[in-house]
């Protein structure tokens, strides 16, 4: 559904120069909702590019070419004010002219709705979890949120189809990190959330799965309270529990795997082995998910089999999972970094290690009777 009336900003100024996705060479391994196009991701920047240019914005890096902003009566040249008096709010509108235009308009908005404006005279901000992807994972308070927004302040997790109940009056600023570049630093964000909140309005940052896990949700509304501005957090399935449930894996079974871990694949800036839990988490009753693993699985799951986890685990790897573009391989763990690196999975995917993989209706029987050969 295209939603006409909706306003996209773009914080990317680089966003035409994103590198394209491009999954016309991908075939999907098994596919649980196969579609016959791979390439419209909700999940890339392609997807951010399409947005983007519906809405024929287009961003001068030198400012020479300023878009013009159309919002009916509001709409006027977009200039950056000489006598600013907040440097915070002058960084934003340095950058991004139409945000001060947004600014004055909402707080011409707030004045002019006198009963409406909140006790404390700031406005909401709520963070919200979309889920991994399925718009019908969302909690109805989710939705209910999305549909009253001012602002929306979204990044590559949030799908499109979740984009899709965003109000018409709404804005929406796309505040995405692609993979080696960040369009947005985290304190750029932390200030947008706050001046907007300032002027009144009802916030609402969108985060991919569960805003409390991996999500830097924490330090969002951190920085925020700090400020004296309440945030509300709306949890979203994470995805671990909205993968495991369309694969039919169940994360902890009785007798099979007594606890889960949720862990993360990346490295921490500064910090030292990314992998350090490895030691710990190589234990065959529990079942390990991994989030952001792609890259350090083959160094993670050497590790794993070198700290005692059976190297005929069975585990699997789902990219965009929960989508009409969800593919997945399924491995022993000793073979899963090469499979993915066969099937070209990429981000967002998301990796299950432990025995209850071999419970899931997809598990393919042959690796089952191949442990049980070796075994023999
Ligand atoms: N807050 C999110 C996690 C953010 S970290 C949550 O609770 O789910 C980003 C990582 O999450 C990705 O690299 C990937 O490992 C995982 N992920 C999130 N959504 C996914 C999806 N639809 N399919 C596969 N992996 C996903």
Redesign the pocket.
Known sequence: MALPYTHHYDLSFSALNLKKFDSSHLQPICCLRCNSSVSSSPFTEKHSLQRYQRDQWVYNNNNQQRPSLSCGDEAASCSVPADSDSIRLNDITLQLPELRKLLQVLKHKRESCGGQVPKNGLGDVFLV?TG??DPDLLTLKAVKVIQKADLLLYDR?VSNAVLDLVGPDARLLYVGKTAGYHSRTQEEIHELLLSFAEAGATVVRL?????L???RGGEEMDFLQQQGIQVKVIP?I??ASG?SAELGIPLTHRGIANSVRFLTGHSRKGGTDPLFVAENAADPDSTLVV???LSTLPSLAQKLIHHGLPPDTPATA??????PQQRMVFAELKDLADKIKTAELV????IIIGKVVALSPFWPQSLTEASRLVEV
């Open positions: 979890g991994p992807g997790l985060k991919g799965g569960d805003p896990v991996f999500g979203g994470t995805a993968i989030y952001m693993g789902v990219e965009r999972g929960t989508t981000s967002p995917t998301l």
